[in-house]
Every structure is written in structure tokens, then in C-alpha cells.
């Protein structure tokens, strides 16, 4: 029986009744809407709708369902009913009786499928971070094993300049980093509760929202009964992230497709991600990259769909708002999917590195040295950029690569041209000319494997509550040998928002904080990392986490006082007076051991806010 049959005289007929059901696709939400029921039914006991005996009865029997549909979930999506909130709800009185009918009381099914659904995203896009984690290391480790491979970089699909196959490598590791921020930022998007906001305009019961929340494992409770029960940011967002990611994955598979191919043949492919022809027995198709290739299509489409969707769509819940599902449910297996099928060939593919050398030495690659050599020897880069172009083509003519030319060709078209060229336009040369931040120079390809693997190893973080034992404890640990400034418990807890934590491990190794004064000064202390742990960089990390903190909260200048300017001077920092910081600050060293003997410097770091654009309303079609 539907959840609303009282209103109707008879029933839905067949066809409506198949148009209008959702269960053969929301049953994917079935172990949220159970956890989420057994949530409310605690918050019902709270305001004593149940009786302690009905709760547990509710309890028990909620559990034993959650047993049942994560052994057979298959079986809900045939079972007739019309979602997800009716099977479950049915269920439960199937072995409570009317006792579960008590259950709906106080909720809607606008803000259940509202918590339902951000649940299951929830947890499908922390799989899906563990997945580009992965995906990231692997690409990590195959660029160390190649590192030296040299590789002909592109543009147009032209021979470029060479590259390392470690820093193609590196580029998509970037790529992959900045799909996990914006996942993460998603998921803190999301990670608010709207259960408890009713059909539309709050619920009728003095639940304890945020309470409700905090079970549920969310950050917070919704503050607008309206926007909870309409908003699918979370969707959109997350569809969002999903489209950049396989935009990212789709020129991967293409790059590898084209590396893979007889033309080139840089590299071989797992026998494993690849495929055979039916008629012509020679073939070896990179079918696993083609399919990540294709299947981009399918989640632009999801994104593309669920815009339109929302497009114009009135407060608060409506029908349409049931299209929100299918389209994310495919979209993120079928993106987890593509991460871990490019992982699977990242880990087994074979660089032929004479090929690639061969094919980087082709091509004029080395060009652009040349043209340097030239503005190395006085003459502008424009005027230098032309007489390459001539030495170009006088190779070309001559079926050479530039390095081939004799001394006489090259002074035909420029005086300057002397034997030292030759060592100019060395393969190895080229790269090493690359040297400066980012570049393909070994020294810098080398140093971003270095970084993306301390990355990997260390967690940074606000820290929370759990927190704030392991930050006593190195609070202490500092204070104690003279570093840092004693500060009790209290004060961690209720400064808890300031601080910031490493992890190794799942431990927490390290801890800052951002201490900001009255005058929008800030200050990073209680900088400290366990001495006994083994991985280096945490300190950078914290501090680096903490300015991007006190840019988003517009800070102008940040401040430390330290013993040692060497590692702040490296993060930015520049030397300053003790007499431009604050009274406030300087009375707080007060509390410090070596306050009549202090060696401490006093540094700062200056942000660069970037100044408001507005866009004239004349310049807006």
C-alpha cells in the first residue's frame, strides 16, 4: 500500500504506477535509509513520541533489516513497493506491526531522501579518494622506476621539445591532486544533515537537530527547512568533479592510446587492459584506455542532465527532483571504475625508452636550445627565433637533424655560430637546460617525486576534538625542552578551530596553530612534530596548511617568533622587529622558560590579497 493512500479513492493504474516508482533504481539507498531511520527513531525517543521499549523494538528489528538487504540488496529492487522510505517503512511493520507506523511520525520522505542521498554520496566519494590516492601512487612509482626516460613532448600533436617520461608522468599526479581538492572541498559541502527539516517547513517536534546530526556523522544540521529539502548542490557538485576528473582520465587513456600505437610505440600495454581482434590475429587493442575514453561522454551527460534538471526548478521538493539519482548512481561507479582500470595500466605498462630517445632526437626537437644559444651570444630572441627557422630549413633540405649540420652550414646563416653549439643541442642538454621551478630537468622532476611521495605519506588537516590528547602531548613534549609556550587543555579545546594536525599513519605526528589578535595580526605557534617520527617535511606542511588558511580568513600578515629563521625563511618568511609586533604578543612570552635570555627572531610573511574585480554591467550582454 502506498505511504499516501488515504487521500485517493482508488489506486494508481499499472502504467503510472511503473512511470512513478523509483525502487528499481533507490534501492541503492537502502542501507541509508535504514541508518537513518534507526537515527530518527532515537531522536523520537528524545522527545518521547517512543517509549524506551519501542525504541529498542524499532532498533532491533531496523538492524536485523540492515542485515537482510546488505546480504540480498537485489531483492529490494524488485519488491514492488514505491520507494525506498515505503519498503523500509513496510518492513519494519511486517515485524513490529503498527508499532512502526510510528515511525514516519515528525519526518517527510523530501528530508529522508534529501539525508539518504548525501549519505550514500558520502561514502561513495570517500571511495573515490581512496581510488585517485591510489591511482596517484602508482603514477608516483612508474615515474621514479623511468626517471632519465626521455620522452618527445608535444604540441599540435608536433614534435616539441623533450621531456622527461617521469615529469608526463608528474603532470597527471597535479591533475589527480587537484581532483582530490575538489572532491574534498564536495564533501565538506555536503556533509550537512537536512533530516528533521520535514516536507518543507521544519518539523513539528523539538528534536534536538544538531544532536541528530552529529549521529548521523554529519558536520552540522541544515539552517533552512526550504533549502534542505530543495537542494541538490551536492549532486550537481559532485557530478561536477566527477566530469573534471574524466576530462583529466580521458587524456591520459588518449596520450597512452597514441604512446601504444605502431606509429610510435613508446610504450607496450599490460596484456591484461588489452584486447584482440576477431578477425585480424596481429592486433593488440587498448581497449581498457579507449573505454575510460568513451565512458567520459557518459558522465558529461549526467552533469549535462542534471543542470537542466534545475534549472528554473521552484521551491521545495518536486517529482523532477527524482531524475537526481540514476544519473549519479552511474556517474560514480562508472568513474571509480575508470580509476581503477587506469591504474591497472599505469602498473603494467613497458616504456621503450630507445624509442622514445630516438623519436625526442627527431623532429628539431632541440630547436628552442638553439635559439637560446643565439640570445646567449647578444642577439634578441625575435631575430634568433628567424634564423633557426632558416637553420630548419636548411636541415630539412638536407634530410638532417640540426645537430647534423657542419660548423660552415650553421655560420652561412649566422656569424655567431661557433663549435660550441654542438654540446648545446644534446638531448641530455636540452632537459637540463629546464632547471628552472617545474621544469624537466632531472633536479626538478627528481624534487616533485620527492614531494608527491612525502604527500602521500603525510595527512594534513584541521584538527578536531579526537585530536586534542596527541596535541597536548607535543605541546608538552616542546614546552617542556624550551621551544614552544606551555598551554593547558582547556585552552586547546576551546582553540581547537586554530589548530592544525599531520597524520602518519592515522596518527597524529604534528601540530600548529594559528593565533589570531585583535588587530587581524596572526600568529603560528605550537609548531611542533614528534621527535621520534620518521618522516620529514610535516613542519612544512603545517605551515603551508595554515597560510592557505589565513588567506581564505583575509589575514594580511602573519607573524613568528622562532629560533629557527632557516626553515621560515624557506617558506617565505622574511625577518622583522620585535617593536612591530603587538604588546599582546610580546606579553605572552612571559610564560616562556627563556624569556630573560631570548634568542628568539622575529619573522613575518606577508599576504598579497588580490584586489576586488567588479565587472562594469555595460560590458555584461
Same mark, same amino acid.
Given at each position: &500500500? ?13 502504467? !503510472? ?21 534507526? /537515527?530518527?527513531?532515537? /531522536? ?72 539518504? !542521498? ?80 520535514? /516536507? ?65 610505440? !613508446? ?12 578477425? &585480424?590475429?596481429? @592486433? ?22 542534471? &543542470? #537542466? ?22 556517474? #560514480? ?7 581503477? &582500470? ?107 617525486? @620527492?614531494?608527491?611521495? @612525502? ?36 585552552? #586547546? ?42 618522516? @620529514? ?48 604578543? #610580546? ?17 613575518? !610573511? ?14 555584461? /550582454?
Amino acid at each position: &500500500m502506498a505511504l499516501w493512500g488515504g487521500r485517493f479513492s482508488s489506486g494508481p493504474d499499472e502504467a !503510472f504506477k511503473q512511470f512513478n516508482d523509483s525502487l528499481p533504481f533507490d534501492y541503492q539507498l537502502a542501507e541509508q535509509d535504514i541508518v537513518g531511520s534507526i /537515527a530518527w527513531a532515537g /531522536a523520537l525517543k528524545q522527545v518521547d513520541v517512543l517509549t524506551e521499549s519501542e525504541h529498542q523494538q524499532i532498533i532491533s528489528a531496523l538492524k536485523q533489516l540492515l542485515e537482510e538487504v546488505i546480504a540480498d540488496p537485489r531483492s529490494v529492487a524488485t519488491a514492488g513497493h514505491e520507494d525506498i522510505h515505503s519498503y523500509v517503512e513496510a518492513k519494519l511493520i511486517d515485524k513490529v506491526g503498527d508499532l512502526g507506523k510510528k515511525l514516519h511520525t515528525g519526518r517527510s520522505r523530501n528530508d529522508q531522501v534529501a539525508t539518504d !542521498f548525501r549519505l550514500w554520496s558520502r561514502k561513495t566519494a570517500q571511495q573515490l579518494l581512496v581510488a585517485l590516492g591510489s591511482l596517484k601512487q602508482a603514477l608516483v612509482t612508474l615515474a621514479e622506476q623511468e626517471l632519465g626516460t626521455i620522452l618527445p613532448g608535444y604540441t599540435h600533436l608536433q614534435r616539441a621539445q623533450p621531456v622527461l617520461f617521469s615529469h608526463w608522468c608528474m603532470a597527471y599526479v597535479e591533475m589527480i591532486e587537484r581532483d582530490e581538492s575538489r572532491l574534498n572541498d564536495a564533501l565538506e559541502r555536503l556533509n550537512v544533515c537536512p533530516l528533521g527539516s520535514g /516536507a518543507l517547513a521544519g518539523t513539528a517536534y523539538p528534536i534536538d537537530r544538531e544532536a541528530l546530526a552529529v549521529n548521523l556523522g554529519f558536520r552540522e544540521a541544515s539552517r533552512n527547512s526550504l533549502d534542505a529539502v530543495s537542494d541538490r548542490d551536492f549532486v550537481v557538485e559532485l557530478l561536477s568533479c566527477a566530469s573534471i576528473s574524466m576530462m583529466h582520465l580521458s587524456r591520459f587513456a588518449e596520450d597512452l592510446i597514441f604512446y601504444n600505437s605502431g606509429e610510435s610505440g !613508446f610504450i607496450d600495454l599490460a596484456d591484461s587492459v588489452t584486447s584482440g581482434s576477431s578477425l &585480424m590475429p596481429q @592486433k593488440k587493442n587498448p581497449d581498457a584506455l579507449e573505454l575510460i575514453r568513451g565512458k567520459t561522454g557518459r558522465v558529461f551527460g549526467a552533469f549535462s542532465g542534471m &543542470m #537542466m534538471t534545475l534549472k528554473a526548478l521552484p521551491l521545495a521538493y518536486n517529482k523532477d527532483m527524482q531524475e537526481d539519482k540514476e544519473g549519479l548512481f552511474d556517474a #560514480m561507479p562508472t568513474w571509480l571504475a575508470c580509476i581503477h &582500470m587506469a591504474e591497472a595500466c599505469v602498473k603494467g605498462i613497458k616504456v621503450n625508452s630507445d624509442k622514445t630517445l630516438a623519436a625526442a632526437k627527431g623532429g628539431h626537437a632541440n630547436a628552442t636550445e638553439l635559439a637560446d644559444y643565439l640570445v646567449a651570444k647578444g642577439i634578441p630572441f625575435r631575430e634568433g627565433h628567424h634564423i633557426v627557422g632558416e637553420l630548419v630549413q636548411l636541415a630539412i633540405s638536407k634530410g638532417q637533424n640540426l645537430e647534423d649540420l657542419s660548423l660552415e652550414e650553421f655560420q652561412q646563416v649566422s656569424a655567431v655560430i661557433a663549435e660550441d653549439v654542438y654540446p648545446v643541442l644534446e638531448i641530455d642538454a636540452c632537459i637540463a637546460a629546464r632547471k628552472a621551478l617545474g621544469g624537466t630537468s632531472l633536479p626538478q622532476v627528481t624534487n616533485a617525486i @620527492k614531494t608527491a611521495k @612525502k604527500k602521500q605519506k603525510i595527512l594534513v588537516r584541521d584538527a578536531n576534538l579526537d585530536d586534542v590528547e596527541a596535541i597536548a602531548g607535543l605541546i608538552q613534549y616542546w614546552a617542556k625542552v624550551g621551544e614552544n609556550l606551555p598551554r593547558a587543555k582547556s585552552d #586547546m579545546i576551546h582553540s581547537i578551530n586554530e589548530f592544525a594536525v599531520t597524520e602518519v599513519d592515522g596518527k597524529v605526528t604534528g601540530c600548529a596553530s594559528l593565533y589570531i589578535y585583535d588587530t587581524g595580526l596572526a600568529e603560528i605557534r605550537s609548531l611542533g612534530v614528534n621527535p621520534e617520527s620518521e618522516i @620529514k617535511g610535516q613542519g612544512q606542511l603545517l605551515v603551508e596548511h595554515l597560510l592557505v588558511k589565513a588567506k581564505k580568513l583575509a589575514l594580511n600578515r602573519i607573524i613568528v617568533l622562532t629560533r629557527v629563521p632557516g626553515f621560515f625563511t624557506k617558506q617565505g618568511f622574511n625577518n622583522c622587529t620585535k617593536d612591530s609586533l603587538p604588546e599582546k604578543v #610580546m606579553k605572552d612570552c612571559e610564560l616562556c622558560l627563556r624569556k630573560d635570555n631570548c634568542d628568539e627572531i622575529a619573522m613575518d !610573511f606577508i599576504i598579497k590579497q588580490t584586489s576586488s574585480l567588479s565587472i562594469p554591467c555595460k560590458f555584461v /550582454a
